[in-house]
């Protein structure tokens, strides 16, 4: 079981920045491969990126947007510079215990944060 808690949500203006933050429970935090997703209201849940040990964006975040994570503190973040709009949903943290798996689909992950709001001004 794989407990997901993210923290660094807020109200920025247009070009602005946050630093999303997703503590994980657990011991083999290192194994899973760890996602960001988003959800604007009355949209679908998007893929933002993902990692195990490389990287994979959303090409709408291609360049601004940057995912890391410390297995030492069983923590992922999520970088997020030159903030618009359109990036506007609830962020959330997802971990897969797929070792292959189609990572951009949000039925490949087995547990899931409880989202924290993003909300860029124009």
């Known amino acids: 079981q794989v407990q997901l808690v993210e923290s660094g949500g807020g109200l920025v203006q247009a070009g602005g920045s946050l630093l999303l933050s997703c503590a994980a429970s657990?011991?083999?935090?290192?194994?899973?491969?760890m996602g960001w997703f988003r959800q604007a209201s009355g949209k679908e849940r998007e893929f933002v990126a993902g990692m195990r040990t490389t990287t994979a964006y959303a090409d709408s975040v291609k360049g601004r947007f940057t995912i890391s994570r410390d297995n030492a503190k069983n923590t992922v973040y999520l970088q997020m510079n030159s903030l618009k709009p359109d990036d506007t949903a609830i962020y959330y943290c997802a971990a897969s215990g797929y070792f292959s798996a189609n990572y951009y689909y949000r039925g490949s992950y087995n547990y899931w944060g409880q989202g924290t709001q993003v909300t860029v001004s124009s």
């Open positions: 657990g011991r083999t935090f290192s194994s899973y491969f």
